[in-house]
């Protein structure tokens, strides 16, 4: 059944142990994020194959997936006051910034007769998560004093909400943070957690902080390449993901539509140009299932014009080999295209076993 998502597993296991290798020479652990394919067990499986040390996704119903897989699992977005419960029993550390939160988290886990562990997440300009620098000394403080949970070090996320690019200076930063901590309360932390894809540019160049010794990866893993500045990483693949959809149209149409124009499917006033008459293709996938920007053809005569919710439509006027009803096109995907095919019940997952 069509679409189709084709997942390569000895890909992804490449993927993975190409940056697990690249990071242990710096003295670097690597989580393993697992939320792009709605983590899936058999390839959160994989990842833990190639080295990862631990797992992460920012969703519990994900953590909850990965139950049986016997390393630590890391809830990376910062828990809500409704999945305290949840987070304690699925994940065995988490990201946080809010000290009424993690007082929760700690008389959940004492109830649960556990300890849960905390990253206390750093702001450093990115403005998503994470307290000010001037205000960890006195959270940690807090949270020190709490006995269900264990302050095992800091981190910080960049690259998300403010585009901010993580520097050694930035990450320096951080490692200040960590050391001001132990310093002042005598206790010793033992991670400093370094950001996402975005900072593998700086293992890759030699200039990542020492101290910095965890990095939490996603992207770089499925896709091959870094985030900073989205260059591909040698040796990686980009087509570990690939989308694969079914025609159910082909003819030759005008380009332009005929009559008044008012708006879209989606309420949207759009553009046309009037490039003659066209092969145009229907293919059974719509927006419902992946964002028409996402998509990268495989075959390069293939030129992507529109969308709606249920089907999209391909020029396939270029093409050398005639390409049919019922023939199938595939497409790589970029971060969003992976994301919402792994979401959408619609698009069959294949997982190819080498
Ligand atoms: C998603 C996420 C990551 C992984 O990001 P990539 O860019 O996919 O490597 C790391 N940390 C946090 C907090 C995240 O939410």
């Known amino acids: 059944m069509y679409p189709l998502l084709r997942i390569n597993l000895e890909k992804l296991r490449h993927n993975a142990q190409t940056i697990v290798e690249m990071c242990r020479k710096r003295n670097i652990k690597v989580v393993g994020v697992t939320k792009v394919f709605c983590a899936i067990p058999r390839l959160a499986e994989e990842l833990v194959k190639a080295g990862v040390d631990m797992l992460g996704d920012s969703r519990i119903k994900n953590l909850k997936k990965l139950n049986h897989i016997p390393v630590p699992k890391m809830l990376l977005r910062i828990p809500m006051e409704s999945e305290v419960e949840e987070v304690v029993k699925y994940a065995d550390i988490s990201l946080n910034s809010e000290i009424s939160t993690i007082k929760n988290l700690s008389e959940e886990a004492i109830r649960q007769g556990k300890v849960h562990d905390i990253i206390l997440m750093i702001d450093l300009g990115d403005l998503r998560e994470g307290v000010l620098k001037e205000d960890a000394l006195s959270v940690a403080e807090e949270?020190?004093?709490?006995?269900?949970?264990?302050?095992?070090?800091v981190g910080t996320n960049l690259t998300c909400y403010g585009s901010v690019i993580p520097t050694p200076d930035i990450?320096?930063?951080?490692?200040?943070?960590?050391?001001?901590?132990?310093?002042?309360?005598g206790q010793k932390l033992d991670i400093v957690s370094g950001g996402n894809s975005?900072?593998?540019?700086?293992?890759?160049?030699?200039?990542?902080?020492?101290?910095?010794?965890?990095?939490?990866?996603?992207?770089?893993?499925?896709?091959?390449?870094?985030?900073?500045?989205?260059?591909?990483?040698?040796?990686?693949?980009d087509d570990v993901f690939t989308l694969e959809a079914q025609i159910v149209e082909l003819k030759e149409k005008p380009s332009y539509p005929k009559g008044i124009l008012g708006m879209d499917a989606f309420g949207e006033r759009q553009v046309?140009?009037?490039?003659?008459?066209?092969?145009?293709?229907?293919?059974?996938?719509?927006?419902?299932d992946v964002n028409i920007n996402d998509l990268i053809p495989m075959d390069s005569c293939v030129e992507l014009i529109g969308s709606s919710s249920d089907h999209l439509i391909v020029n396939l006027t270029d093409?050398?080999?005639?390409?049919?009803?019922?023939?199938?096109v595939r497409f790589k995907l970029r971060y969003g295209g992976i994301l919402s095919c792994s979401t959408s019940e619609y698009v069959e997952k294949v997982i190819e076993e080498a």
């Open 272 to 288: 046309y140009v009037d490039r003659g008459t066209m092969k145009r293709a229907i293919l059974g996938i719509g927006r419902q």
């Open 143 to 153: 949270i020190l004093e709490l006995k269900g949970v264990r302050l095992r070090g």
């Open 171 to 185: 990450l320096e930063e951080l490692i200040e943070v960590k050391e001001a901590i132990e310093k002042k309360f």
């Open 198 to 237: 975005s900072s593998l540019y700086l293992v890759q160049n030699g200039l990542i902080p020492r101290g910095i010794n965890q990095l939490r990866i996603g992207e770089a893993i499925v896709l091959g390449r870094e985030t900073a500045f989205g260059d591909r990483i040698p040796h990686t693949y």
């Open 319 to 328: 093409c050398g080999h005639p390409y049919k009803v019922g023939d199938v």
